[in-house]
């Protein structure tokens, strides 16, 4: 079972919009709806922003917005901040014998 | 709102056992929950270690799985790890994690995290 491959960096200007990709195989993203997403400041622990491909818990910005199409997950920040400047991972379900796998991890820096 | 702590040696010598605890505060250890251990080396990106639910089911990752082995003690509300034969690749922030249920589907996703302890395997 490999991570799935997102870019190792994206950035963006402040008020822009980024995509950051998550490719798995269809083992994983292309076979369930279970993508989930965090985001990780410096030194702190992991925040759940985005599950089951699109949904965003409560207390989550709107900027914030997950898609999928078929092995590629992505992740859009809008409106892009410097508090968004930080390590981005997506983790999905692949099935009940080994059930996750997390992403290489994206790093955004706000330009 | 659940909480949860992670608690164990900071220092462990290679070829030795790591063992970890984590510790609910906030809600039932026997909730309809997986629980999880995830880890992350310095530096690096988050990996999936295994999860554990309250009936005692278990799932590893099979990187871990020859060496890792969860459990979980409902009477104290914590759940542990012990990952044997360690080297110093094993160093890493450990992280304990919940994915919640209810009716029988699951977040399929780690919700809850701990703060993270460091565990450094060095003789």
């Known amino acids: 079972q490999s991570a799935l491959t997102q870019p190792a960096s994206v950035s963006g200007s402040p008020g822009q919009s980024i995509t950051i990709s998550c490719t798995g195989t269809?083992?994983?993203?292309?076979?369930?709806?279970?993508v989930s997403w965090y985001q990780q400041h410096p030194g702190k622990v992991p925040k759940f922003i985005i599950y089951?491909?699109?949904k965003r818990p409560s207390g989550v910005s709107n900027r914030f917005s997950g898609s999928k199409s078929g092995n590629t997950a992505s992740l859009t920040i809008s409106g892009l901040q410097a508090e968004d400047e930080a390590d981005y991972y997506c983790?999905?379900?692949?099935?009940?014998?080994?059930?996750?796998?997390f992403g290489t991890g994206t790093k955004v820096t706000v330009l | 709102q659940v909480q949860l702590q992670e608690s164990g040696p900071g220092l462990v010598q290679p070829s030795g056992t790591l063992s970890l605890t984590c510790a609910l505060s906030?809600?039932?250890?026997?909730?309809?929950?997986?629980w999880s251990w995830v880890r992350q080396p310095p530096g690096k990106g988050l990996e999936w270690i295994g999860e554990?639910?309250?009936?005692?089911?278990?799932h590893y990752s099979p990187s871990f799985r020859s060496r890792v082995t969860m459990s979980i003690d409902k009477s104290k509300h914590q759940f542990s790890l012990k990952m044997t034969s360690v080297t110093a690749a094993d160093t890493a922030i450990f992280y304990c994690?919940?994915?919640?249920?209810?009716?029988?589907?699951?977040?399929?996703?780690?919700?809850?995290w701990g703060q993270g302890i460091l565990v450094t395997v060095s003789s």
């Open positions: 994690a919940r994915n919640p249920c209810s009716g029988g589907s699951c977040f399929s996703a780690f919700e809850s």
């Open positions: 906030g809600g039932s250890i026997s909730s309809d929950s997986w």
């Open positions: 554990i639910y309250p009936s005692g089911t278990t």
């Open positions: 269809s083992s994983d993203v292309g076979n369930y709806n279970f």
């Open positions: 089951e491909d699109t």
């Open positions: 983790c999905s379900y692949a099935g009940s014998v080994t059930p996750y796998v």
